[in-house]
């Protein structure tokens, strides 16, 4: 068992000023028993693809630096997501740290977001962004696997993680149409695969050109756990020991009926 964080950071145009934000409450998260903290989705930028050409860097960068820096400071797994350019090319990526500062891993979001609904939204991430072609595991107190916000829609993607993982993150941001009617219920999903998620959302500024739902939330295999509202929060659930009763108790994991139907990856590996 051990607690997990998040931190729904209130983000800003001001770069500086979320990366020392994130240092202060991540600080905080840590002092309060956390031992792995997850950052929302683009913590140092603003959401929106005419931002991340101006917020992206390279991956070791200014912002990865510090989240290595704060990881280390805190002795904390650390997930962190921000715009990351590479030659030329633009990812939504997140990068993981451990305790030590190391980076585990950087998951680059395989589905990118792309929705257009005439006279409502048009929000095409692939017009500025290129998509990863990788999943992502790492190793803490259980094995995790890492998607970004529109990742979390496809359930095949959970169903290969959770055949190895506990722990699900997604550093996310839902709108204020798909917040309400998913965000919830796409993790409580968890349930079909038995793991524990977790979402981190930036909080909500209605000031903003996207303007994000917030309510950052952990659940495990049918339940809330923990959850925040709109504004800049931490929030903490302490995890893994319900799983494994689970797993036992509804033994579907070893009941599938793999001769009649399989999800597998292309070619069949994971990262
Ligand atoms: C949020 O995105 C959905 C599509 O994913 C779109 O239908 C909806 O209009 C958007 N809502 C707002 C408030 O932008
Ligand atoms: C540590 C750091 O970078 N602090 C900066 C945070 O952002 C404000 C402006 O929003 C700067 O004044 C600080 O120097």
């Known amino acids: 068992e051990f607690r997990l964080a998040v931190v729904q950071l209130q983000v800003t ?32 930028s603003p959401y929106g693809t005419n931002f991340f050409s101006t917020y992206a ?6 912002s990865t630096q510090v989240l290595s ?22 990812f939504n990526s997140c990068a993981v740290f451990d305790p030590e500062g190391q980076m585990l891993l950087k998951h680059r979001k395989i589905h990118l977001f792309d929705i257009s609904v005439p006279g409502k939204i048009h929000f095409q991430e692939s017009e500025i962004l290129s998509p990863g072609n990788s999943l992502s595991m790492f190793d803490t107190f259980c094995k995790v696997g890492v998607g970004i916000c529109y990742d ?27 917040g309400p009617a998913h965000w919830e219920l796409l993790q409580r999903a968890a349930v079909d695969n038995q793991v524990y ?6 909080a909500r500024d209605e000031t903003a050109s996207y303007v994000a739902w917030g309510h950052s939330t952990v659940v495990n295999p049918g339940e809330v ?5 709109p504004e800049e929060a931490v929030i903490y659930a302490d995890i893994l020991q319900y799983l494994a009763d689970i ?11 793999n001769d009649l139907y399989t999800v597998t990856t292309v070619p069949e590996s994971t990262g």
């Open 247 to 257: 797993r036992q108790q509804i033994p579907i994991t070893t009941q599938r009926r």
């Open 225 to 229: 756990m923990s959850k925040a509202g």
């Open 69 to 90: 820096e704060i990881a280390k400071e805190n002795k904390v797994y650390l997930v962190g997501s921000i715009p990351e350019e590479d030659c030329g090319k633009l």
């Open 197 to 202: 998620v977790a979402t981190a959302s930036p």
């Open 57 to 62: 860097e390279r991956i070791p960068g200014e």
């Open 13 to 44: 145009g001001v770069k500086a000023d979320n990366l020392s934000r994130a240092r202060r409450l991540v600080k905080e998260a840590a002092g309060q028993g956390g031992k792995v903290v997850l950052l929302p989705e683009c913590f140092n």
């Open 152 to 178: 979390m829609r496809f359930a095949e993607l959970a169903q290969l993680y959770s055949r190895k993982c506990q722990l699900l993150v997604y550093p996310g941001a839902f709108n204020m149409t798909t």
